[in-house]
C-alpha cells in the first residue's frame, strides 16, 4: 500500500483502465478506483493536481449506466493525448495484453499497478496486489480504499457493490465469504441502495437482449456424455436482432442452470471473425480448459478469445473434459 501511494505521490499523468469485453466488475472497480483517485487529487494544492483519466478499449456495458461518473469513462478509440502517462492502473485483468490497444498509452517509463483477483494472474505490473481468493476486485478495491483511510461514499459504494453483484451473481456463488457479506453490510451502512442496484443492473434488459437470449435457449445443445450444454451465436444473428454483443450477456449462465450440466459453453462470433468464448461450471476446472485458447480466469467461470472456428473449439473442449 505505501508503494502504491508514493507511485500515486510522483505521477502526474495517471490512467485507470481494466479488460476488453468490460463488465460490472471492472467498471464498478474502476470507478471506485478513479473517484477515490480523484478525492485524493482534489485535496492537493492546485499546481500539484493531477491528470487522472479512465480509459477503455471497449464501450461500457449498459446496465452500468446508473453508476456515478458513468460518462467520465473514456473510449480509447476515442481519445487524443498529447502526454505520456506516468502511471496506469489496471484493475479486474489477468493478462497485461487483455487491456487491448490501451496498452499503447504505456510508454518508457509508465508504472503499471495491477490490482485483480482472477486465478490466471500473472503478476504483471510494477506492483501487483492480486487477492485470487477475493469474490472480485470491487471488494478488493474496497478492502484497498479502507487500508488508505479513504472515505468511501455512497457513489462509490454503489460501484463496488455492482462489482460483487456482478461477479458473485447476486450473492449465489461460492466465492461469496463471510468478508463478502461484511463489505455488502458495510456499504448498506453508508447508504448504498441494494434495490436499486438489482434493479438497474440486473432487472432492466433491452428487447434485443431477451431476443437473444430466447436464440440461445432454442439452439443450444447438450452432450450427455461430457454433461456439456453448448451453443454458438454467429455474428449475422447479432446483426439480424439489431444487438450487441452486450445483448448476449447472460446467456453462458442460462446455459449452466440446465438441470443436468457441469459445464457452459457459449461461443459467439465476433463482427472480425474471432470466436469470443465464456465458460461457466459447477466444479469443473475451466479455467485450465480457457488456457488452451489463450484465455483464463476462475475455477468455475472463464474465458477466451480465439481465431478457431467453433467447431473446432467444441472438438477441443469435448476431448478435455
Do not use: W
Amino acid at each position: 500500500m505505501k508503494r502504491i501511494l508514493e507511485e500515486f505521490e510522483k505521477a502526474k499523468r495517471i490512467v485507470v483502465t481494466a479488460h476488453v469485453n468490460p463488465d460490472g466488475d471492472c467498471i464498478g472497480a474502476g470507478l471506485a478506483l478513479f473517484s477515490a483517485l480523484n478525492n485524493l487529487n482534489s485535496k492537493l494544492e492546485k499546481e500539484e493536481r493531477k491528470v487522472i483519466r479512465f480509459i477503455l478499449q471497449d464501450t461500457a456495458p449498459k446496465n452500468t449506466s446508473f453508476l456515478e461518473h458513468f460518462l467520465l469513462i473514456e473510449k480509447y478509440e476515442n481519445i487524443d493525448t498529447k502526454y505520456d502517462f506516468d502511471l496506469m492502473f489496471i484493475v479486474d485483468c489477468g493478462d497485461f495484453d487483455r487491456i487491448g490497444e490501451v496498452k499503447n498509452l504505456v510508454k518508457d517509463g509508465t508504472k503499471i499497478i495491477n490490482i485483480d483477483h482472477h486465478e490466471s494472474n500473472n503478476n504483471y505490473g510494477d506492483i501487483s496486489y492480486v487477492d485470487k481468493k477475493i469474490s472480485s476486485t470491487s471488494e478488493l478495491i474496497f478492502n484497498i480504499l479502507k487500508e488508505l483511510n479513504l472515505e468511501i461514499n455512497i457513489e462509490m459504494g454503489e460501484a463496488i457493490y455492482t462489482g460483487i453483484l456482478n461477479d458473485t451473481g447476486n450473492f449465489s456463488y461460492t466465492n461469496v465469504s463471510k468478508d463478502t457479506f461484511r463489505v455488502a453490510s458495510e456499504l448498506r451502512e453508508i447508504g448504498v441502495n441494494n434495490e436499486k442496484i438489482i434493479k438497474e443492473f440486473y432487472d432492466k434488459k433491452t428487447k434485443e437482449r431477451l431476443r437473444m437470449l430466447g436464440y440461445a435457449m432454442s439452439n443450444f445443445e447438450f452432450y450427455e456424455d461430457k454433461k456439456l450444454t453448448y451453443v454458438f451465436i454467429p455474428h449475422s444473428v447479432y446483426e439480424n436482432y439489431g444487438a450487441s454483443r452486450e445483448d448476449s450477456e447472460g446467456v453462458v449462465e442460462a446455459l449452466r442452470s440446465f438441470e443436468k450440466t457441469e459445464v457452459a459453453l457459449f461461443l459467439r462470433e465476433e463482427s472480425n471473425g474471432l470466436i469470443k468464448g465464456s465458460m461457466r461450471s459447477n466444479g469443473i476446472d475451466v479455467n485450465k480448459i480457457a488456457s488452451n485458447f489463450g484465455g483464463g480466469g476462475h475455477i468455475k467461470a472463464s474465458g477466451f478469445t480465439t481465431d478457431k472456428k467453433p467447431e473446432e473449439v467444441l472438438k477441443i473442449v469435448l476431448n478435455l473434459l
